[in-house]
């Protein structure tokens, strides 16, 4: 089994993101890949769904860093949802869920860009 | 025959490959389960190795692939221990400097996180030079 694979698609003008498997220092350049290729070609607003990934470390922290401002100052967010336990004391234990908007679900997500939530 | 004080261990000897990575976390987080730790603390104990290995590989050694990296597991009784070494540029505990979480909220900016969360998710963690090779300690306490 690959280390880690990327599923992209689009929903409502939204970019949903699904990786699946490890975001570590090995496998970072095929998710940082992934979403710089959705920011160059103008898609600004990124949705993290979490529910495959079974760790991220620092590395993939860093790339989504990495990225904020830029979709911020173009008018878009990277937001999560469906974190596994882990995954979230990560995020949570560097006060990533201050910074990013977490939840349960894609579709809990997707109703709030929508507007619905 | 062993003594009852001395805890029982095993070392893993690894290029300095990302490549890797995966196979010792896994291996930290199994262990970590052995020792009697619950499945989120063996997450969080895998993360702590992940960014230690994942240090000498990138800083240690600048991303060289022809060295080695040595990882103990002590199993003590009230704690796993774990320690790892490489003869590149090691860390030692004056030289770490750790970001406050709420001024990195406040101005986000790439790096500095994988000793946070080291030291977040580990009860001790000390760099120090041993035999001619830098050692990363750290321990996690059984609760």
Redesign the interface.
């Known amino acids: 089994m690959a280390?880690l694979t990327i599923q992209v698609r689009e929903v409502d003008g939204v970019a949903v993101v699904r990786p699946e498997g490890?975001i570590?220092?090995?496998t970072v350049r095929m998710f940082e890949d992934a979403l710089e290729k959705l920011v160059a070609g103008g898609r600004f607003t990124i949705l993290l769904d979490c529910r495959e990934l079974n760790?991220i470390?620092?590395?993939g922290?860093?790339a989504i860093?990495?990225l904020?401002?830029n979709v911020r100052e173009n008018g878009g967010d990277i937001l999560l949802c469906s974190l596994q336990?882990?995954v979230y004391?990560?995020f949570d234990?560097?006060?990533?869920t201050?910074?990013y908007r977490v939840f349960t679900s894609e579709a809990e997500a997707l109703q709030a860009l929508a507007g619905k939530a | 025959m062993r003594a009852s004080h001395d805890p029982e261990s095993f070392r893993l000897v690894i290029p300095s490959q990302t490549r890797y990575l995966n196979l010792v976390t896994g291996l930290a987080k199994r262990a970590s389960l052995v020792a009697g730790m619950d499945d989120a603390t063996a997450a969080k104990v895998s993360i702590a190795v992940d960014e230690a290995v994942t240090n000498v590989i990138i800083h240690a050694y600048r991303g060289e692939s022809n060295h080695q990296v040595e990882i103990e597991l002590r199993f003590r009784e009230e704690a796993l221990e774990i320690r790892i070494w490489n003869t590149g540029q090691g860390l030692h505990d004056e030289d770490v400097v750790l970001p406050d979480p709420r001024e990195y909220v406040k101005h986000p900016r790439k790096g500095g996180l994988g000793l946070l969360l080291m030291s977040r998710f580990m009860d001790e963690i000390h760099f120090q030079d041993v035999g001619g090779r830098s050692e990363c300690c750290m321990i996690k306490h059984v609760s």
């Open positions: 280390d490890f570590n220092a090995h760790y470390s620092s590395a922290l860093g860093m990495g904020i401002e336990e882990n004391a990560i234990t560097l006060g990533f201050q910074l």
